[in-house]
């Protein structure tokens, strides 16, 4: 375990990091601020060659019967028209185009999955923001149309489209493009890009870690879209840096699970963790708690004491279930006409079974076992 100096956070270390910008809420968190800091830098380098950072947000209709996976791919072939042909190259030359950053969001709300992206393009400096949007808009409805994202003969779809599906913001710095975090933080034009997940669930939509803290609420049909959301993100990019981008920008190339993995920080280290010692904690479900009794005035200290308190527990809990076996091994050598009923799997539930004896005449048929629920859950 470590104290972060620069931040005074705790952090574990030595432990399995799956990398996941998807399906990981904590992988996520530390995989998309390391990213947010090399848009930052793409942000900067392109105001230092002169050039501007426009933002380009693109999206397209969708619907709730329609399927993430459908939507995904339709995308992708959308995004692939955009840029093909010589229409596009006319349109790099003219805005002297250097390359883009590309995210790729998604939120559920009341018409299903919305997939969208957020661009971050490094263009001239003299180029129109309003005039590319003009540009592209064409460009993106004609794209959108040929992979099945809109119907140009439904007026209203495409007078829609035209209304919300494309925004251009030119001269984009780093805190410009603010939007508001769930904890009531603002970001710029590099956390629109990069943080996605952290966005909060407005009346738009939700982002699907959302849908987990409904599972936990209860809310199974939430449970369900969260693991198809999974199932369909799996594999796929979040950031998206054009060919070459990167090394222009001095941006270091990393996967995503070499960036959940790597410690940047310069912190102090509290102390090392026993493998017997993490299982209580996980079994247990204290993990949250250890990093706040870490951060706390308590420290190492403190969480030696929780250590100690789970281990004399875990041992009370053992000793209880010898001494239930060794009353229930006295009670079967004594009795030869009784039925006993008790619970299973004693120290998963912590309590102890409720045993229940049922005199049986002789000559009569065994009774069949039955099931009894006590107050603190047992089944005897």
């Known amino acids: 375990m470590h104290a972060s100096r620069e931040h005074g956070s705790a952090f574990y270390s030595g432990v399995m990091n799956c990398g996941s910008v998807w399906a990981c809420p904590v992988c996520a968190a530390k995989v998309q601020e390391r990213r947010r800091e090399e848009v930052a830098k793409a942000v ?15 999206t397209f209709p969708h619907y ?4 993430l996976t459908e939507l995904l791919e339709q995308q992708k072939t959308a995004l692939k028209y955009l840029r093909e042909g010589s229409p596009w190259i006319r349109f790099k030359k003219a805005t002297g185009y250097q390359g883009l950053i590309r995210s790729l969001e998604l939120t559920h709300g009341q018409n299903g999955w919305h997939p969208h ?5 490094i263009v001239d400096a003299d180029t129109d923001a309003d005039t590319m949007k003009k540009i592209v808009l064409e460009r993106w409805k004609s794209s959108c149309a040929r992979a099945g994202l809109l119907d140009l003969e439904n007026a209203d779809q495409v007078a829609a489209f035209e209304a919300h599906a494309i925004d251009v913001k030119g001269w984009c710095t780093a805190s410009d493009y603010l939007a508001k975090q769930d904890d009531s933080r603002h970001w710029g034009v590099d956390a629109e890009i990069a943080k996605a997940s952290t966005k909060a669930g ?77 299982r209580l904690i996980r079994q247990a479900g204290l993990r949250a708690k250890v990093l706040d009794l870490a951060e706390s005035n308590g420290g190492w200290v ?49 309590t102890l079974p409720t045993v229940y004896t049922i005199d049986v005449p002789k000559g009569h048929a065994p009774l069949k076992p039955l099931h009894h629920h006590d107050e603190e859950g047992d089944v005897g």
Do not use: C
């Open 44 to 58: 900067a380098w392109a105001d230092a060659q002169g050039l501007q950072a426009a933002m380009v947000t693109l």
């Open 202 to 278: 407005r009346a738009k939509g939700k982002h699907p870690f959302a849908l987990l803290s409904m599972f936990q609420g209860g809310d199974r049909k939430a449970g369900h879209r969260y693991l198809d959301y999974a199932a369909a993100m799996k594999g796929k990019r979040q950031l998206f840096w054009s060919a070459g981008l990167k090394a222009k920008v001095g941006v270091i190339e990393q996967n995503d699970e070499e960036v959940a993995d790597e410690q940047r920080d310069d912190a102090d280290l509290l102390g090392h963790l026993e493998i017997e010692e993490w």
């Open 302 to 350: 403190a969480i030696q004491n929780l250590l100690r308190e789970l281990r004399n527990d875990a041992l009370s809990k053992i000793e209880r279930f010898r001494d239930t076996q060794s009353n229930l091994e006295k009670i079967r050598s004594n009795q030869s006409d009784l039925e006993i009923f008790r619970a299973s799997d004693v120290l998963k539930e912590g």
């Open 64 to 67: 709730v019967w329609q399927q």
């Open 117 to 121: 992206t957020h661009e971050l393009w």
